[in-house]
Nanobody
Framework: QVQLVESGGGLVQAGGSLKLSCAASGNIVRGSVMGWYRQAPGKQRELVAAVTRGGSPTYVDSVKERFTISRDNAKNTVYLQMNSLKPEDTAVYYC????????????WGQGTQVTVSS
């Protein structure tokens, strides 16, 4: 069973930075679309950023120019660098590994809390 373990969350003041990491137990990062999602209290989980197997990133509009997703296939790890954090970025952040097709899969991490104070 593949496990995704997030780390790097915490409490930061508005305007600060955090870097989240997602380490996979299996050698799946290379073959997966890797994504970071977040869920704030009372809201639906939303996709924040994703990176394809080829390394192309996509971002939700609210984090463009502030967040950067990257992957290190050799370390089976995906990162989310978050700069210029805002109170509205406060949420639990989840890592996701996804592949489509007959042998597809959809794995989630346990989440890491990010709290941005004003």
């Amino acid at each position: 069973q593949v496990q995704l373990v997030e780390s790097g969350g915490g409490l930061v003041q508005a305007g600060g930075s955090l870097k989240l990491s997602c380490a996979a137990s299996g050698n799946i990062v290379r073959g997966s679309v890797m994504g970071w999602y977040r869920q704030a209290p009372g809201k639906q989980r939303e996709l924040v950023a994703a990176v394809t197997r080829g390394g192309s990133p996509t971002y939700v509009d609210s984090v463009k120019e502030r967040f950067t997703i990257s992957r290190d296939n050799a370390k089976n790890t995906v990162y989310l660098q978050m700069n210029s954090l805002k109170p509205e970025d406060t949420a639990v952040y989840y890592c996701n590994a996804k592949a489509l097709g007959l042998y597809g899969y959809d794995y989630w991490g346990q989440g890491t809390q990010v709290t941005v104070s004003s």
